[in-house]
């Protein structure tokens, strides 16, 4: 079955008076036909960057400087504005971390919900607005006819996240980039959101990238797991494999440092030093100063490799001895 998503040897780099920083550096997954794809990563690691450079959002200074993003065989990256525009919201959407940058606070709920229908869609005003009553419905949003008349501000933070995931839903689109989307939510709508996305992607085919540093939240949605580290992939592979026996030194280091996994009583486990800057790099793999497995080999460049059928990993010394086990 063709993939819905072939991203390759992605570059987004953003050109700055202190230097050039590769926010993204050479990232390839792919996302299959009613796949969920889960991104992790610690704050600066290029997730998120890596979903805008996707849907054709990256502002200056930044610009996409190499790489293919094929969606169904046709390359993203070289679409013009207005072909990018056709797609978006339409056949790919995107949910924010922030629901603001989805709504507009002047504006009336049901006045931007049915905006977004008919921008894509011929049908008529009440087909519309039916359209958006089933949405926000489905996103677990009560009484949706009163809710479609009230502005953004009359929301609280939760609600406001619900119908700008609403909004990403009105046209059953192909792919969805979700960055860090259930972050703002209370477990119990985290949980009905996510078993609603994962509906939608089993029943309609609709392939999922899900941006998040919340290895919970992955471990029960995703079916394949990609690890980004200073704008690099480090490891990938199925999510089950990744989180039971992680073989990259920095997964190894981030599923040690969630807390259930250290024993009552016990001092938190966790990631020695700092994430380094993407405008000075180390050379060879960005995580050897922070590694306790590191060796001088490791200052020379390392490539992505299928260490095992179906698994990468970007590392010399990799726990293949636990991976074995």
Same mark, same amino acid.
């Given at each position: ?63 996409? /400087? ?11 990256? +070289?679409? %013009?504005? @207005? *072909?990018? &525009? $056709? ?21 009336? /709920? ?11 869609? +011929?049908? %008529?005003? @009440? *087909?519309? &607005? $039916? ?195």
């Amino acid at each position: 079955m063709a993939a819905t998503l072939e991203v390759r040897n992605l570059q987004t780099h953003f050109f700055t008076r202190a230097g050039v920083v590769k926010a993204v550096d050479g990232v390839s997954f792919t996302v299959g036909r009613g796949k969920v794809m889960g991104l992790v990563g610690e704050s600066g690691s290029g997730k998120t960057v890596t979903g805008f450079s996707i849907i054709g959002l990256v502002d200056a200074p930044g610009r996409v /400087v190499g790489g293919e993003i094929l969606f169904h065989g046709q390359n993203l990256a +070289k679409l %013009s504005e @207005e *072909e990018m &525009r $056709q797609l978006r919201g339409n056949r790919i959407a995107m949910i924010f971390q922030d629901p603001m940058m989805t709504l507009n606070p002047v504006l009336r /709920v049901d006045t931007q919900m049915i905006e977004t229908v008919l921008a894509h869609t +011929k049908v %008529s005003k @009440e *087909e519309a &607005r $039916q359209r958006c009553r089933d949405a926000l419905g489905m996103v677990g949003i009560p009484s949706p006819d009163e809710r479609l008349k009230s502005y953004p501000h009359q929301f609280s933070g939760g609600m406001r996240q619900r119908v700008a995931i609403a909004i990403a839903l009105l046209h059953r689109p192909e792919l969805i980039i979700a960055d860090e989307p259930t972050t703002a939510l209370d477990v119990t709508i985290q949980g009905q959101i996510l078993a609603e996305v994962q509906k939608l992607a089993a029943n309609t085919g609709t392939s999922l990238i899900w941006i998040t540093h919340d290895l919970s939240v992955v471990a029960g949605l995703a079916d394949d797991l990609a690890v980004m580290y200073a704008g690099k992939v480090v490891e990938d592979g199925p999510v089950s494999e990744v989180l039971d026996k992680p073989m990259h030194p920095y997964t190894h280091g981030l599923i040690g440092s969630v807390p259930s996994r250290n024993r009552r009583g016990e001092p938190l486990r966790q990631i020695p030093g700092m994430t380094p800057s993407l405008l000075k790099l180390p050379p060879g793999c960005a995580f050897h100063s922070r590694c306790d497995r590191a060796t001088p080999e490791c200052t020379a460049p390392v490539e992505l490799l299928e260490l095992i059928p179906g698994r990468h990993a970007r590392c010399i010394h990799p726990h293949l001895e636990e991976v074995a086990a």
